[in-house]
């Protein structure tokens, strides 16, 4: 049995009770990965159950995150000003970089905390005691050593771009999990100016009550849409 959209849709309004996902760009994406998904027939029921279940939760995340904007009109305020963008082909030490940059003070990332679950937007009187630090942790000692020595994890450390981008359905990340080729060459060619305006909403979303004077941004991607990024960020460097 295949994935359904419409289903996912339904069941990720009935479980937050929310009904407004931003704007529908979004929609383009996960119909693609979904027909991309079911387009693989040697994948077993029983992972496809799960590639619906991941992709609902990533909605979820999506209608929390919009239904903050409403709440808090500070979000939709916030200036996004100068960020420094880490771009460059995968294992060839942008991770590494990436939180070299990071450590300055002046400097702000997303953190693996942060983006796991969007939802109450981070305060800076709780930025070192919020319960999603544990529970980023506790989620990330689960993976696999292979993966943990290959890459740096920990809930405090910066997180790639494609995180804020799953939740647009707009990131390469997800032939990770699935033989998805024909979603990989929509997300190539795709326009890709509305995932961006997501990015910063996410980026408004993190800066509302935190501190910071500067985003340090990382995503290999980002190399197949300088132009959309470049569009969504003029001043970046």
């Known amino acids: 049995m ?12 009935s479980r937050t009770g929310l009904d407004t996902f931003g704007d529908s760009s979004f929609l383009e994406g996960l119909d693609r990965l979904v027909e991309s998904i079911n387009a693989d027939r040697d ?6 159950t799960a590639a619906a279940q991941r992709l609902t939760g990533l909605l979820e995340q999506r209608l929390c995150l ?3 904007r409403r709440t808090y009109p500070e979000i939709a305020a916030q200036r996004i000003e100068r960020p420094l963008i880490v771009i460059g082909m995968p294992r060839s030490g942008t991770t590494f970089l990436h939180a070299l940059l990071a450590q300055d003070p002046a400097s702000r990332s997303p953190l693996a905390w942060q983006l796991g679950q969007v939802s109450p937007p981070p305060r800076q009187e709780t930025f070192e005691s919020d319960p999603r630090i544990a529970a980023t942790d506790a989620a990330q000692a689960g993976l696999p050593e292979d993966f943990r020595i290959m890459h740096l994890v920990g809930a405090k450390l ?3 771009c494609n995180a ?11 032939d990770a999990s699935w033989n998805v080729r024909s979603y990989l060459d929509w997300f190539v060619h795709a326009d890709a100016q509305p995932y961006y305006a997501l990015h910063r909403h996410m980026l ?11 985003w340090v941004l990382k995503a290999p991607p980002h190399m197949f849409h300088i132009a959309a990024l470049i569009h969504a960020y003029p001043d970046a460097a």
């Not at 799953?166 to 990131?171: A, E, K, T, V």
């Open 2 to 13: 295949g994935i359904g959209r419409e289903r996912i849709v339904e069941e990720a309004v």
């Open 43 to 48: 994948l077993p029921q029983q992972a496809r």
């Open 66 to 68: 919009y239904a903050d």
């Open 158 to 160: 910066p997180d790639e």
């Open 164 to 174: 804020i981008l799953n939740l647009g359905f707009f990131s390469p990340n997800f």
């Open 204 to 214: 408004q979303h993190l800066q509302a009550f935190t501190t910071g004077e500067r």
